[in-house]
T-cell receptor, first 108, second 115 residues
Framework: QQPVQSPQAVILREGEDAVINCSSS?????VHWYRQKHGEAPVFLMI?????EQKGHEKISASFNEKKQQSSLYLTASQLSYSGTYFC?????????FGKGTKLSVKP | NAGVTQTPKFQVLKTGQSMTLQCAQD?????MSWYRQDPGMGLRLIHY???????DQGEVPNGYNVSRSTTEDFPLRLLSAAPSQTSVYFC??????????????FGPGTRLTVL
C-alpha cells in the first residue's frame, strides 16, 4: 500500500523552510527519501531505519516516528536547487513502495 | 562504473505488439526492480527481484513479465502492449544488507508510448 505524502505541492521563496510528511498504514522498517527533477531519474537523499539510524544527505534532515508510522523531511534555508518532486518510499515485506510525491518549487 | 543502464530511451508501439525493456547494472547489487511513473501517481512498483532466479510481483504487475537469470540483468517484457501502458519506466538496483534496502540507484528511464 502506497504511503501518503503531504502536502501535494508547496511553493517557497529562497531561504524559507519546508516540511514534507509521509505516513503509512503498515509497520515501517525503513523510510527512504528521493528527489526527482523534471525529466530526470529520482536521486537518493536519505534512509531512516528502525532504531533511529540515518544515512544520507548533509543539508537535509528527516525524522522517523516508528510508533506513528510517519516520517518527515525538513528542508531548511531552501535553495533554488531544492526544486523538484520529493518521494518517500517505505520498505517492508520484501519491496519498496513509493508515495505519489510532493512537488516543491523554490522561487528567487 | 556505468551504474544502471536502460535501453531503449524512447519507444513507440502499436496496441498488441510485444517488446522487452532492458535493464543492466554493474554494481553487483542483489535487489533490482521496475517502476512505472505516470502523472500524479508517483512511482509504482511493477516487479522486483532479490537475486538471480528470484522474482516477485509489485503493486501493478498485470501485463508485464520479468526474469532474472543473472545478477546484472533484469529485463521487463510487455506481452501485448495496451495504451494504458504508456508511461515512463524506471529500473532501479540496490544492495541488500541486514534485511534493509539501501540507496536505490535508478536508471535514466524509458519513455514508452502505445498507440
Amino acid at each position: 500500500q502506497q504511503p501518503v505524502q503531504s502536502p501535494q505541492a508547496v511553493i517557497l521563496r529562497e531561504g524559507e523552510d519546508a516540511v514534507i510528511n509521509c505516513s503509512s498504514s503498515k509497520a515501517l522498517y525503513s523510510v527512504h527519501w528521493y528527489r526527482q527533477k523534471h525529466g530526470e531519474a529520482p536521486v537518493f537523499l536519505m534512509i531512516l531505519l528502525k532504531g533511529g539510524e540515518q544515512k544520507g544527505h548533509e543539508k537535509i534532515s528527516a525524522s522517523f516516528n516508528e510508533k506513528k508510522q510517519q516520517s518527515s523531511l525538513y528542508l531548511t534555508a531552501s535553495q533554488l536547487s531544492y526544486s523538484g518532486t520529493y518521494f518517500c518510499g517505505t520498505g517492508s515485506q520484501g519491496n519498496l513502495i513509493f508515495g505519489k510525491g510532493t512537488k516543491l518549487s523554490v522561487k528567487p | 562504473n556505468a551504474g544502471v543502464t536502460q535501453t531503449p530511451k524512447f519507444q513507440v508501439l502499436k496496441t498488441g505488439q510485444s517488446m522487452t525493456l532492458q535493464c543492466a547494472q554493474d554494481m553487483n547489487h542483489e535487489y533490482m526492480s521496475w517502476y512505472r511513473q505516470d502523472p500524479g501517481m508517483g512511482l509504482r512498483l511493477i516487479h522486483y527481484s532479490v537475486g538471480a532466479g528470484i522474482t516477485d510481483q509489485g503493486e501493478v504487475p498485470n501485463g508485464y513479465n520479468v526474469s532474472r537469470s543473472t545478477t546484472e540483468d533484469f529485463p521487463l517484457r510487455l506481452l501485448s502492449a495496451a495504451p494504458s501502458q504508456t508511461s515512463v519506466y524506471f529500473c532501479a538496483s540496490s544492495r541488500l544488507a541486514g534485511g534493509f534496502y539501501n540507496e536505490q540507484f535508478f536508471g535514466p528511464g524509458t519513455r514508452l508510448t502505445v498507440l
